[in-house]
């Protein structure tokens, strides 16, 4: 441990009491504001000694707005009613000494623990400047007295449902009661602990999240709670988030689901939701469009699941002729709807499967009409690759989805089926899997080409040439 300092050095000589204060009356205010953040097992000595004939003798706590505005009334730097200037209430600041401020703005956790169990501190007070200790902590930075006021603020209703500073005495606009204020520092646990410590027994009501916390409160926790919390809400309080106001974001409580990092908060959604699962955002983004933005697959499935409807999504994957390995396609696939379109609902008729070859035409005629400085043996390899990941589109969409296969009968508006368009655009290497009824499963992982049929789960196909025995 470091040597005290030179003062705390010779204080810790000091015996008796008198000799004590006579010592405390030889230092100004800062020099024994130094010694009490040096030696804290001596607070509380010290800081009654300030209040008797020290340099605090005035000190105050304030637990409400009113006694707080009824100090500043009676001084006479501050003509009611307040709001004053702010000249004038720092002057008033000013003029007098404040050991607890400067103890939370130098994180001096270890005096206040003390000064707290002497009565002389309650972390739940506010300071003259109409704020709140919680708040003043977190703004200097004092992580462990910021953890010590939060944690003597739990089951205290009062504390919690109070706002955090008074605009009566700072002068600014402040709406946000504390448990507002822990959600904007996404510090969602603490509100989580703070409010399931606060238990209420009839006749005393729940408290109403709706009277209590601020609309961008309630988003928040759309955005942060779990489903047991959530059910807890709706049970114990009656609150409903599936109901949360969005009207001033561009969304709605889905598209407020997919930021939340519990995906099961979804499920909750789909058994208490009334908010259509697939409205469109402000940005034009369903809320599985969003989860892909977002890079939430969890959330993805169980939008899915939910019964988010894939069909733009699967549509927007292919004509970006994304490869069927693609885990968003391959999730998405299997709830698609749109199998076997009738007239008119894709861009020639037909099903997903002519899509899909149409846009293999359209991406070889752009490569062969491109003027890319490509040899033509790159342009081979290009087109070779275009034509595998067609291949394996296909495969993945010949499995099918829970609303069934494609027709591989179906003709288009030019009464092609998917063969015919493909031996129409030249494309013979696909006339294997676009065969009716293939002679070998398709396999949607692309494999099972060669010699023998490919059994499901198996790599390689199964059938061998048999090995040459012996002379």
């Known amino acids: 441990m470091a040597a005290p300092p030179p003062i705390a050095a010779a204080w810790l000589n000091v015996v008796k009491p008198t000799t004590a204060n006579n010592f405390l009356n030889l230092l100004n205010y800062n020099q024994v504001m130094d010694l009490m953040e040096a030696i804290p097992q001596f607070s509380v000595r010290i800081f009654d000694w300030g209040l008797s004939v020290g340099p605090w003798q005035e000190h105050q706590q ?33 003029a007098r000494n404040w ?28 300071s003259p400047r109409g704020v709140s200790y919680l708040h003043m ?25 109070t706002n955090t500073s008074f605009e009566n005495v700072t002068g600014i606009q402040a709406d946000n009661v504390h448990f507002d204020f822990v959600l904007e520092l996404d510090k969602y646990k603490i509100f989580r602990q703070w409010w399931r410590s606060i238990i209420t027994t009839p006749p005393e009501v729940p408290l109403d999240p709706i009277l209590v916390l601020t609309e961008e409160s309630q988003r928040i926790l759309c955005r942060k709670a779990a489903r047991p919390f959530a059910e807890y809400l709706r ?27 519990n995906s099961n908060f979804v499920d909750f959604l789909a058994t208490n939701g009334t908010q259509s699962i697939d409205m469109y955002s402000g940005h034009f983004q369903s809320p599985l469009d969003y989860s892909v933005t ?10 899915l699941s939910a019964g988010a409807n894939p069909d733009p999504l699967v549509e927007h994957f292919i004509q970006d002729f994304e490869p069927a390995t693609n885990k968003w396609l391959r999730a998405s696939s299997a709830h698609y709807t749109r199998i076997n379109s009738t007239t008119g609902q894709t861009a020639n008729g037909g099903t997903i499967i002519h899509k899909i070859i149409e846009e293999l ?48 009968t179906a003709r288009n508006l030019d ?5 015919d368009l493909a031996l129409f655009c030249h494309f013979p290497a696909l006339a294997d899997v676009l065969q009716t009824n293939p002679g070998r499963p398709v396999d949607a992982r692309g494999g099972g080409d060669g010699g023998g049929a490919a059994a499901w789960g198996h790599r390689y196909p199964t059938r061998r040439a048999p090995r040459a025995r012996g002379t």
Not at 69 to 89: E, Q
Not at 104 to 110: A, H, L, S, T, V
Not at 142 to 160: D, M, S, W
């Open 235 to 261: 049970t114990h309080n009656n609150f409903h988030l599936a109901t949360t106001s969005t009207t001033d974001i561009r969304g709605t409580v889905w598209h407020l689901a997919v930021e939340n990092p």
């Open 415 to 419: 009464q092609r089926t998917a063969l």
């Open 62 to 94: 304030f637990s409400t707005q009113l006694e707080i505005i009824a100090w500043h009334h009676s001084l006479v730097n501050v003509v009611p009613p307040l709001p004053s200037p702010a000249a004038a209430v720092n002057g008033n600041m000013a």
């Open 361 to 408: 035409h359209s991406r070889v005629t752009a490569l062969n009409n491109a003027d890319l400085f490509l040899t033509p043996a790159q342009k081979a390899r290009k087109r070779r690759n275009l034509i595998k990941t067609a291949n394996g589109l296909i495969r993945l969409m010949r499995v099918g989805s829970r609303h069934g296969r494609p027709d591989m």
């Open 294 to 303: 977002m890079d939430h697959f969890n959330v993805f499935k169980r939008l």
């Open 137 to 161: 902590a977190h703004d200097a930075g004092a992580k462990y007295t910021f953890n010590y006021i939060v944690h003597q603020a739990r089951g205290n209703a009062l504390f919690c449902t």
């Open 99 to 126: 050991p607890i401020e400067r103890l939370i703005r130098r994180n001096q956790w270890r005096c206040l623990t003390r000064l707290h169990r002497a009565n002389h501190w309650d972390p739940l007070s506010f």
